[in-house]
């Protein structure tokens, strides 16, 4: 099935969620590949999606973020003594900070969730984009074209990922962002780790958010999943890191934790 631009379109919406049949799926990869415009398109797309749909959708306070409220209500009921408007003053408090605490929350989630967009959008692109070569390229090949200062990490991905086949390291481009970028793969399933340099020293996950799941060489590592992509990622100080698997939560976790101390290593620069 050979796709024309005008035929492509329609079908990037299905392709960003992961929807396509697995021969329009092929032919829709064919298509981008040669297509700079529809790769453009579905950029453009997937931004979108990333900035306004993909963002608070499912999430509910956990235990944590309502003990947290109730403690701090109740701390400040317990600093205002007994007088009646001294109630309404403690009640009217903590109205505003139940207020202020959810919309801090949701801020804080949407935040996350657009910065692991960022991998997630790398991974769908390139990764599921089939922008990597048949034959795995050889550890030397990758260190070249990764570039100098990450050639570090090609033994570390290779080293930490024991059962995977590493079938591409290379730097790709999504949005205005470079990407050192993993392509592993175990049983027909497809895992990136991509590591992008941060265009700030604001450009960091929300300290007290609640969604981070674990912590991995003194990072914590925020985690969501999105079709059947399981999304982690961490701030290494210099750059944001991220493993996307297709293989679950629990192995994307599990990588990102192993690589963490070798993505840290990496020296900021300017
Ligand atoms: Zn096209
Ligand atoms: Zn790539």
Same mark, same amino acid.
């Given at each position: 099935?050979?796709?024309?631009?005008?035929?492509?379109?329609?079908? &990037?919406?299905?392709?960003?969620?992961?929807?396509?049949?697995?021969?329009?799926?092929?032919?829709?990869?064919?298509?981008?590949?040669?297509?700079?415009?529809?790769?453009?398109?579905?950029?453009?797309?997937?931004?979108?999606?990333?900035?306004?749909?993909?963002?608070?959708?499912? /999430?509910?306070?956990?235990?944590? $973020?309502?003990?947290?409220?109730?403690?701090?209500?109740?701390?400040?009921?317990?600093?205002?003594?007994?007088?009646?408007?001294?109630?309404?003053?403690?009640?009217?408090?903590?109205?505003?900070? &139940?207020? /202020?605490?959810?919309?801090?929350?949701?801020?804080?989630?949407?935040?996350?969730?657009?910065?692991?967009?960022?991998?997630?959008?790398?991974?769908?692109?390139?990764?599921?984009?089939? $922008?990597?070569?048949? !034959?795995?390229? !050889?550890?030397?090949?990758?260190?070249?074209?990764?570039?100098?200062?990450?050639?570090?990490?090609?033994?570390?991905?290779?080293?930490?990922?024991?059962?995977?086949?590493?079938?591409?390291?290379?730097?790709?481009?999504?949005?205005?962002?470079? /990407? #050192?970028?993993?392509?592993?793969?175990?049983?027909?399933?497809?895992?990136?780790?991509?590591? !992008?340099?941060?265009?700030?020293?604001?450009?960091?996950?929300?300290?007290?958010?609640? &969604?981070?799941?674990?912590?991995?060489?003194?990072?914590?590592?925020?985690? !969501?999943?999105?079709?059947?992509?399981?999304?982690?990622?961490?701030?290494?100080?210099?750059?944001?890191? /991220? #493993?996307?698997?297709?293989?679950?939560?629990?192995?994307?976790?599990?990588?990102?934790?192993?690589?963490?101390?070798?993505?840290?290593?990496?020296?900021?620069?300017?």
């Amino acid at each position: 099935m050979n796709l024309n631009c005008h035929e492509a379109r329609p079908l &990037l919406d299905s392709y960003l969620t992961n929807e396509l049949q697995v021969e329009t799926l092929h032919a829709v990869n064919q298509h981008l590949t040669g297509c700079a415009a529809c790769r453009t398109a579905l950029a453009s797309r997937e931004r979108t999606r990333a900035a306004v749909n993909s963002t608070v959708r499912g /999430f509910v306070p956990d235990e944590a $973020f309502t003990l947290q409220i109730r403690d701090a209500v109740r701390a400040e009921a317990a600093t205002r003594g007994h007088l009646p408007w001294r109630w309404a003053i403690a009640a009217l408090a903590a109205s505003l900070l &139940l207020l /202020f605490g959810w919309r801090q929350w949701r801020l804080d989630t949407a935040q996350i969730l657009a910065r692991l967009a960022l991998g997630k959008g790398d991974h769908i692109l390139c990764a599921r984009g089939g $922008f990597f070569p048949d !034959t795995p390229p !050889t550890p030397a090949q990758m260190r070249e074209q990764v570039g100098a200062a990450y050639v570090p990490l090609v033994q570390a991905v290779l080293d930490r990922s024991p059962g995977y086949v590493v079938r591409e390291g290379h730097l790709c481009h999504w949005q205005d962002r470079e /990407f #050192v970028h993993f392509i592993l793969e175990r049983q027909n399933r497809l895992v990136s780790v991509m590591l !992008t340099r941060k265009h700030s020293p604001e450009e960091v996950f929300p300290r007290h958010a609640l &969604l981070s799941a674990m912590r991995a060489g003194g990072h914590a590592v925020y985690t !969501t999943a999105d079709n059947g992509m399981a999304i982690a990622g961490l701030d290494t100080g210099s750059h944001l890191a /991220f #493993v996307v698997s297709e293989r679950g939560p629990a192995e994307g976790t599990a990588l990102l934790a192993a690589l963490a101390p070798s993505l840290a290593l990496l020296a900021p620069q300017p």
